[in-house]
């Protein structure tokens, strides 16, 4: 199995990007992974992280029937 | 050394504690393993690159197929493929915690619209409908009445999958605006929450309020008891309990269960106790802690 990758946790800058729904910047920390669910705290909208490099986040996929806990 | 690995779908709050936990272990190398990400091959997956796979997974359809292909490999899991499914079924969950003698709202299950508006005559109203698998609170209903029953049973029947063929419906329980949520870690009861919230429905995921509760004698007791019957010694789980005129009554037992908003009401910190106990089975320490007043 793979495993996925993680930022460069040495590098201690606060990653950023533009959320794809309302384009305001969202803080992925220091140290985001990809398939994190960060939120949006401006629309609230929930964001996966898609890639480190080049960082990328797309829309995360909408609740389904069998989620859950 | 031991080695774990994490595996998820998308990574929450959840699966971050749990990172930040493992990363304090000294004692312990560990991957985090997506399953977007991953082929498996149940002949060639011989899979003891790890001494242990904690499961972390969001869909419990795509779960379960990790799961299978681990198990095939010779992986251990926790919580396992077993009680995964049991604990993602409602119908099979009740049937582990009656087989047991563990205490539960009265349920019936019925394969079609009529027998269901029968087992409703048989439970009275208000009862719930519950999907067999689903979570979060979603698709509940409280029926009042038959009317209302008639006309959510032809809407199931009309828009619903194959699944929503079985009708799960429980006794209506009248809370005292909370129910309760305990963590069950390899035969402990390490701590518990109330949820509290207006609505009938009292899923965080739906808003309720958390605070800790003491976990008392009797609740440790049905906890224990609900974990031996749903998931064995090495339960890792969240048990919800309703408070009713005759005691606890156990609603249902998560085997993926959300943290996040109960580590600071109760001060336990849930994940390093997690990390802890899986470590514990990865190294075939764990010992059971059943004793005999465990039954319920």
Same mark, same amino acid.
């Given at each position: 199995?793979?495993?996925?990758?993680?930022?460069?946790?040495?590098?201690?800058?606060?990653?950023? /990007?533009?959320?794809?729904?309302?384009? /305001?910047?969202? *803080?992925?920390?220091?140290?985001?992974?990809?398939?994190?669910?960060?939120?949006? /705290?401006?629309?609230?909208?929930?964001?996966? /992280?898609? *890639?480190?490099?080049?960082?990328?986040?797309?829309?995360?996929?909408?609740?389904?029937?069998?989620?859950?806990? | 050394?031991?080695?774990?690995?994490?595996?998820?779908?998308?990574?929450?709050?959840?699966?971050?504690?749990?990172?930040?936990?493992?990363?304090?272990?000294?004692?312990?190398?560990?991957?985090?393993?997506?399953?977007?990400?991953?082929?498996?091959?149940?002949?060639?997956? @011989?899979?003891?690159?790890?001494?242990?796979?904690?499961?972390?997974?969001?869909?419990?359809?795509? #779960?379960?197929?990790?799961?299978? !292909?681990?198990?095939? &490999?010779?992986?251990?899991?926790?919580?396992?493929?077993?009680?995964?499914?049991?604990?993602?079924?409602?119908?099979? !969950?009740?049937?582990?915690?009656?087989?047991?003698?563990?205490?539960?709202?009265?349920?019936?299950? @019925?394969?079609?619209?009529?027998?269901?508006?029968?087992?409703?005559?048989?439970?009275?109203?208000?009862?719930?409908?519950?999907?067999?698998?689903?979570?979060?609170?979603?698709?509940?209903?409280?029926?009042?009445?038959?009317?209302?029953?008639?006309?959510?049973?032809?809407?199931?029947?009309?828009?619903?999958?194959?699944?929503? #063929?079985?009708?799960?419906?429980?006794?209506?329980?009248?809370?005292?605006?909370?129910?309760?949520?305990?963590?069950?870690? &390899?035969?402990?009861?390490?701590?518990?929450?109330?949820?509290?919230?207006?609505?009938?429905?009292?899923?965080?995921?739906?808003?309720?309020?958390?605070?800790?509760?003491?976990?008392?004698?009797? !609740?440790?007791?049905?906890?224990? @008891?609900?974990?031996?019957?749903?998931?064995?010694?090495?339960?890792?789980?969240?048990?919800?309990?309703?408070?009713?005129?005759? &005691?606890?009554?156990?609603?249902?037992?998560?085997?993926?269960?959300?943290?996040?908003?109960?580590?600071?009401?109760?001060?336990?910190?849930?994940?390093?106790?997690?990390?802890?106990?899986?470590?514990?089975?990865?190294?075939? &320490?764990?010992?059971?802690?059943?004793?005999?007043?465990?039954?319920?």
């Amino acid at each position: 199995m793979t495993a996925i990758a993680t930022a460069d946790a040495a590098d201690l800058r606060i990653l950023m /990007v533009d959320c794809p729904e309302c384009a /305001v910047g969202v *803080s992925l920390g220091a140290s985001p992974m990809t398939h994190e669910i960060v939120p949006c /705290v401006e629309c609230g909208v929930e964001l996966e /992280v898609m *890639s480190l490099d080049p960082l990328a986040v797309e829309l995360a996929p909408d609740v389904e029937e069998d989620w859950g806990e | 050394m031991t080695r774990l690995c994490l595996l998820v779908d998308r990574i929450r709050v959840e699966e971050k504690l749990l990172i930040r936990s493992l990363e304090r272990r000294r004692d312990v190398e560990f991957d985090v393993v997506a399953l977007p990400d991953v082929i498996f091959d149940p002949v060639a997956s @011989a899979e003891r690159r790890y001494d242990l796979v904690l499961n972390r997974t969001l869909s419990l359809t795509r #779960g379960l197929a990790a799961l299978e !292909m681990l198990e095939a &490999g010779g992986a251990v899991t926790l919580n396992t493929r077993e009680v995964v499914a049991r604990c993602g079924d409602k119908v099979s !969950m009740s049937a582990a915690l009656a087989r047991a003698g563990v205490p539960q709202p009265a349920v019936r299950v @019925a394969t079609s619209p009529e027998a269901a508006l029968r087992a409703l005559d048989e439970l009275g109203y208000p009862a719930v409908l519950k999907p067999a698998v689903g979570s979060w609170g979603r698709l509940l209903a409280r029926l009042r009445d038959r009317d209302a029953a008639e006309a959510l049973f032809e809407h199931k029947a009309t828009l619903g999958g194959p699944q929503h #063929g079985v009708f799960y419906l429980q006794a209506y329980v009248e809370k005292p605006g909370r129910d309760l949520r305990a963590f069950v870690i &390899g035969g402990r009861t390490v701590c518990a929450i109330e949820r509290r919230s207006e609505h009938w429905i009292t899923n965080t995921a739906r808003g309720a309020v958390t605070a800790g509760v003491p976990v008392d004698v009797e !609740m440790d007791r049905i906890c224990r @008891a609900a974990a031996l019957a749903v998931a064995g010694p090495e339960a890792l789980i969240a048990v919800d309990l309703f408070e009713s005129p005759d &005691g606890y009554l156990v609603g249902e037992v998560n085997a993926t269960m959300e943290f996040r908003n109960s580590i600071e009401p109760t001060g336990v910190d849930l994940p390093s106790l997690m990390v802890d106990h899986a470590v514990a089975v990865a190294s075939g &320490g764990i010992e059971a802690r059943f004793g005999a007043g465990a039954a319920a």
